[in-house]
């Protein structure tokens, strides 16, 4: 999937092919995370739900005809049917393409500024014949069944609209089922809005996260934030929260947007870890039934084992929850007065044991801050079993060691030698943290635009480290 991007803040033009680990480097202010935080809001649910009640409220040059008619056939008829392969193959690459159309309109919003300038801002997304099959394979194993009220009443009386796609099958079905009140006791005006947002939201949430399921945000400020404590899961939820819970599973909620206080990586991160606490007692229920949801649950406890040695735990006072750190055979701490390296992987942790699922997208602001060097390599090879595990990461660095063992990485899953003996030369000592050259896509960020800096044989050619180190040495042999 190749997405081109023009006059982004520094950045005049620049394309970016994202593999399953994305990874940016380059000098301070050449535009990595703006372009991190722009994709997230593009693929995250900032700009499923900024398209999506656009489209809703009319207010989109785009018409998605089979949606339309769907609209129209339920109204009239009670029913209608769209049909995903011909819906993926013809709209998917138009849909994300008009939510990237959109960053303009709400990125000053979304990176909480009011001095910064978008309104030339550009980006264009081609999605490859792979990434089509990718959604559609998902969209066609996936089950969804939803309903949604209608005129509902205290008795019980209403309509209801129904959507409904068994595994296996390509069509995605729309019907009214009625409880005792009939349809012509509904203003007509009602029913129209109604259906019209019941069809748009469904069919656009299952497109949007075919691609990624969901998209976490773990921005330079996780490190302070980590720190703070959270409602208990029985206390008021805001309307943050509620939007999260929209697009994991469904739910309708009215969405407020915030005054620029703080940036929406920000506020995603917080509402991460606030549904994290929502999620203890469903996500142990779920990691007992899947395999795909426990494995993501060791490696949380992988991390904290093998890295923080340590646990991470909510602890619940009061009406409020906040962590906790663990150390090996000590006793327990509150995260504001744990060390550093703790606060800025506590967070990873937290995402992984109550809410990582296959097909996730993680965008990781600089993930060595704070991290001791031995730190930055263990924590390249963690993050390359989380590829391997099935998910997706982007970060941002500015770490030379974590580029140098990205290439040893990839080096050892190409090696002829045996898996078992390389393994002992690595830091967490887990074949699992091999990766496949195809599996990784590292860009270098200067002069305005981004070059693929990933070689055909493995290796990276990261000069912007190169250079400094040289120039330091440099300087030693004058002094000397």
């Not at 803040?9 to 680990?21: F, R, S, T, V």
């Not at 693929?452 to 250079?467: P, Y």
């Amino acid at each position: 999937m190749k997405i081109n991007i023009c006059n982004l803040g520094i950045i005049k033009n620049a394309q970016i092919d994202l593999a399953p680990l994305t990874v940016f480097v380059g000098e301070n202010g050449t535009g990595k995370t703006w372009t991190a935080y722009a994709l997230a809001g593009i693929f995250g649910p900032h700009g499923y739900h900024y398209h999506k009640e656009a489209y809703i409220g009319k207010r989109n040059e785009q018409n998605y005809k089979p949606i339309d008619d769907a609209i129209l056939a339920i109204i009239e008829k009670g029913n209608a049917t769209i049909n995903l392969e011909s819906f993926v193959n013809e709209y998917a690459e138009i849909y994300f393409n008009q939510i990237a159309k959109s960053v303009p309109k709400w990125f000053n919003t979304f990176m909480a500024t009011t001095k910064a300038q978008f309104d030339n801002t550009s980006f264009q997304i081609e999605l490859s014949e792979k990434t089509k099959k990718k959604i559609l394979d998902i969209l066609k194993a996936s089950h969804i069944e939803t309903t949604r009220s209608i005129g509902l009443k205290q008795d019980a009386s209403g309509i209801i609209l129904n959507s409904l796609k068994e595994e296996g099958a390509d069509e995605l079905y729309y019907y009214i089922t009625s409880e005792t009140q009939t349809q012509e006791e509904i203003p007509q005006a009602i029913i129209n809005k109604e259906v019209r947002e019941f069809i748009v939201t469904e069919t656009f949430r299952g497109i949007h996260r075919a691609l990624f399921k969901d998209t976490q945000i773990f921005p330079t400020e996780r490190t302070t934030f980590i720190a703070f404590r959270f409602p208990s899961p029985e206390s008021h939820e805001g309307d943050a929260l509620k939007e999260y819970k929209e697009t994991k599973k469904g739910t309708k909620s009215k969405r407020v947007d915030s005054s620029p206080i703080v940036s929406k990586p920000v506020q995603h991160f917080l509402t991460m870890l606030g549904y994290s606490v929502r999620m203890f007692t469903e996500r142990m229920t779920q990691g007992i039934k899947e395999p795909d949801i426990s494995k993501f649950m060791e490696l949380a406890n992988l991390l904290e084992n093998n890295i923080l040695l340590g646990d991470i735990k909510f602890e619940e006072r009061g009406n409020q929850v906040e962590l906790i750190y663990t150390p090996t055979s000590e006793d327990s701490l509150e995260l504001n007065i744990s060390s550093s390296m703790v606060k800025e992987l506590a967070p990873l942790a937290v995402y992984l044991r109550y809410l990582a699922e296959p097909g996730d997208l993680l965008v990781i602001d600089e993930p060595e801050m704070n991290l001791h060097p031995a730190a930055q390599v263990e924590i390249i090879e963690f993050l390359s079993m989380l590829i391997n595990a099935g998910l997706n990461v982007l970060i941002t660095t500015h770490s030379p060691y974590i580029l140098d063992h990205l290439v040893n990485l990839i080096h050892a899953k190409e090696s002829k030698k045996d898996e078992n003996e390389l393994k002992e030369l690595f830091y967490l000592e887990e074949t699992s943290s091999f990766l496949s050259k195809d599996d990784v896509a590292v860009y270098l960020f200067e002069n305005g635009t981004a070059k693929n800096i990933l070689m055909e044989n493995g290796d990276i050619d990261w000069g912007t480290f190169s250079d400094v180190s040289h120039d330091v040495s440099q300087i030693y042999s004058h002094l000397i």
